[in-house]
C-alpha cells in the first residue's frame, strides 16, 4: 500500500534558538513514524535572526525539509494559512517552533485520524502550569465568553495544535477571510474533532513572540469576527439609557411643574455628561471594531507575500 503523506506546517518568527531543538525533534518522530512519509513545512515570518538561514541548511540537507520566507512578518496566522496553502499532505499537523506542542503527540494523533474515523486530532492544554495568572485568568473568561456569544465551540486550553485529514485543510482553506482567527475558523468548519489532553509545556528555548497585550487583541479580534452579540448589547445598552434618560427628564420636569423644585448642582450634571460621553464613545469603538474588520476585509490585499521558497514547493 502506498504511505500515506503527513505534512507538518510550522510557523517560525526569530526561532534561531529553538530550531535545532525542534529538528531533532522533527527527525525522532519522522523516524519513529516510518509507517508515513513527512513533509516538514517551515514558514518563515522574516525573522530578523539566523533562523532562515537554519532553514535553507535543514532544506539542502534534507528533501523532506521545506520552508516558505515571507518579505515581513505577517503573523502567525498568515503563516499557518500559508503552511496549509502549500502543504501536500494526506493529513496536515499546525505545531509551534518551541516545542509547545509536543510532537510526540503525533502518532496518536495519527492513529485518531486513520484508525478512528475522526476528521481531526486536535492537542489542549489540561492545566496553565506556568502560565502567568493574569494571562490564564484572562484566557478563562475568554473561552467561556466566546462558547455564550457566538456560534463556535472552543475548547479551553485549546492550541492551533492539530492533526487535520485533507478536507477538514480543504474547508479551512475555503475560508479565505484576511483577518484570520484559526481557533474559531477551526471551530467553525465543524468535522469530527478528537480531543486530546497534555500537560502545559514551557517553550524549548528563545522568548515569547506573543505578549500578553498582543494576545488580548487577538482575542478581542476572534470575538469581533466570530459574534455580532457586542453590536446587540450595545444596541440594547443603549436603549436602556434612553429610557433611564426619559424617566429622569420627566421626574425633573414634574418636580419643577409640582413642587416648583429646580434640580440643581453641577456636580450632577457632570456625572450625566461625562457617562454619556464615556458611553457613546464605548459604543463607537465597538462599531469601530467591526467598521474596521469589513474595511480589511473588503481591500481584499493578499495573506501574505513569500519572498523566498525552497525547492518543490514552487509549483
Ligand atoms: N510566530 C510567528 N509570527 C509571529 C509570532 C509568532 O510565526 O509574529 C510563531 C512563533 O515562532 C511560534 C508560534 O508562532 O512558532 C507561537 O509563538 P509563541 O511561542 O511566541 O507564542 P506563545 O506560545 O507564547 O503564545
Ligand atoms: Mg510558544
Redesign the pocket.
Known sequence: MEQQKISLV??????EEALPYLHSSLLAIAEKMDYAEFELLL?N?CSHDGTLKLMREYAQKDSRFKYISFSR?F??EA?MYAGLSYAGGDYVALL???L?DPPDLLPEMYRCVTQEGYDCAAAYRQNRKGEPFFRSMFANVFYKLMGKISNVNIMNGARDFRLMSRKVVNAILSLEESERFSKGIFGWVGFKTKWIPFENME?VAG????PFFS?LIYAFKGIVAFSTVPLVISSIAGLITCIAAIIYTVAVIVKQAVWNEAVSGYASQMCVMLFGFGFTLLILGIIGQYLAQIYLEIKNRPKFIIEEISEGLDS
Open positions: 510550522i510557523p517560525c518568527y526569530n526561532e514558514v515570518n512578518n503573523g502567525k503563516s509551534d517552533a518551541d509547545q517553550r522568548k515569547t513572540k506573543l494576545s
